[in-house]
């Protein structure tokens, strides 16, 4: 009997222990990893805004291969929202966008629904220059009574969420230090608003594809700069070309070389300002040199993705330059965002 009496001490004596403990752990924590990543800015700011590729680089897609997701209003923008149903070991939950700085910051609300209910706030961080961005992953809530004593038991929630974080950065490194279909394959367009606004271009009139070359760019962007300076505009985007009623027939588009201006101005000096709305477009990224056949495949993807969605490709090709060929001498890290008008059917 004795014996039963002290084994009962001990575990009311834990239980005692467990509960007084409940009462002084924290209740608000704080989960953050960080890695730095030598890739442009652009790049890494689409894998953390864009919810269709989470699942890339999200520890916990190896977990469930048959886990599905949905994505609810336009991917990346406040309130859209990121809903994941699985096996067990990933439950079900959604993710939320609540706030974003563009290119700084992303504010997500977590709610876990399986196996338990629990609510966080999930945030994303950029810092630094392309070829050196620092991306900070990380989560912040509150736990309850009961939760306080879990997560005691099990190491603290840093150690349970902490290698989770760590393994997903590393994975999403990889994937813009590395990018796959730098030789043309494993295109993946999807629907995309291109952003309008006030564009400084230089404009030519049914210009020949064969007579497009670095010269025309470069003369175009020289100007455009010169131009951006004496009126005092700061830029909205990387540099872009549009290619606007494109006549297969003779091999011409109308073709406007510059970028997105903060502000209208006179057209002078072969520089005009252009305030374009905004366009539902296919788009998709393109790694490799400017001159590579694989460039035009990429539209023959952008084409046939259109016209499965049942939708008409569109006369309208917009290439925005991301990477800076001046800093980055391997062409095929170089980084243009292509995007293709579309009318529905």
Request: hydrophobic content about 40%.
């Amino acid at each position: 009997m004795k014996i039963l009496k002290w084994i009962l001490y001990v575990v009311l004596f834990l239980i005692a222990a467990l509960l007084v403990l409940g009462l002084v752990l924290p209740k608000s924590y704080k989960v953050e990893r960080t890695v730095v990543i030598n890739a442009p800015k652009q790049a890494v700011w689409e894998q953390v805004y864009y919810w269709k590729n989470f699942n890339s680089w999200s520890p916990w897609a190896k977990l469930d291969t048959a886990m599905k997701q949905t994505i609810t209003g336009n991917d990346g923008e406040v309130g859209s929202v990121y809903h994941w149903t699985g096996n067990d070991q990933v439950g079900e939950g959604e993710m939320k966008r609540l706030e974003l700085q563009d290119m700084k910051s992303i504010k997500n609300h977590l709610h876990f629904i399986k196996p338990f209910e629990s609510e966080a706030n999930v945030y994303h961080t950029l810092e630094g220059e392309d070829g050196k961005v620092t991306l900070s992953w990380g989560m912040t809530g509150e736990n309850g009574f009961m939760a306080r004593i879990f997560m005691f038991l099990m190491g603290g929630i840093d150690k349970a969420v902490g290698g989770d974080y760590e393994r997903g950065l590393k994975t999403l490194k990889e994937i813009v230090e590395n990018p796959k279909n730098a030789s043309g394959a494993g295109w993946n367009p999807a629907d995309k608003i291109f952003k309008g606004g006030y564009f400084a271009i230089v404009q030519k009139i049914k210009m020949k594809m064969s007579d497009i070359n670095q010269s025309v760019f470069s003369d175009a962007y020289t100007k455009v700069g010169a131009y951006m300076e004496k009126h005092g505009m700061k830029s909205t985007t990387a540099p872009l070309a549009f290619y606007m009623h494109w006549d297969s027939a003779t091999q011409t588009s109308d073709v406007g070389i510059g970028m997105g201006v903060d502000k209208t101005g006179p057209a002078e000096g072969g520089v005009m300002v252009a305030k374009y709305p905004d366009m539902s477009a296919a788009s998709l990224d393109y790694y490799g040199n400017y001159t590579d056949p694989k460039m035009k495949e990429a539209y023959g993807a952008l084409a046939t993705y259109i016209m499965k969605s049942g939708k008409i490709p569109g006369s309208t090709g917009i290439e925005e330059y991301i990477t800076d060929p001046g800093e980055e001498k391997d062409p095929s890290k170089w980084l243009t965002r292509i995007y293709m008008n579309y009318t529905l059917r």
